[in-house]
Nanobody
Framework: VQLVESGGGLVQRGGSLSLSCLAS????????MAWYRQAPGKQRELVAA???????NYTDSVKGRFTISRDNAKNTVYLQMNSLKPEDTAVYYC???????????????WGQGTQVTVSS
């Protein structure tokens, strides 16, 4: 499966951005999808994941500010980001994976990433 992210950009602190990830094949058959991010000099981290049933999980730093959703009819997963902070600045990547025992495991399917920059 190929993934194409879009929606990144430059925004001021407190602003909002909405990211989209379009999959090249139907997402009905995909168990779980997620968004990761990687800031300069840091490891890639899992930001949010969503199961086929719509159950979402978030890393603590974005809880209450980010919302992940998926539209299987459009083969798309979204990440709505509100109340953005400078520390949210990173390249954001879409990923396909599975849930096992309540934990998300990413498979080796990645998009090219989209840059999010939050100015202070």
């Amino acid at each position: 499966v190929q993934l194409v992210e879009s929606g990144g950009g430059l925004v001021q602190r407190g602003g909002s951005l909405s990211l989209s990830c379009l999959a090249s094949e139907s997402t009905f058959g995909i168990d779980a999808m997620a968004w990761y991010r990687q800031a300069p000099g840091k490891q890639r981290e899992l930001v949010a994941a969503i199961s086929s049933g719509g159950t979402a999980n978030y890393t603590d730093s974005v809880k209450g500010r980010f919302t992940i959703s998926r539209d299987n009819a459009k083969n798309t997963v979204y990440l709505q980001m509100n109340s953005l902070k400078p520390e949210d600045t990173a390249v954001y990547y879409c990923n396909v994976g599975i849930y096992y025992s309540g934990t998300y495991f990413g498979l080796d399917y990645w998009g090219q990433g989209t840059q999010v920059t939050v100015s202070s």
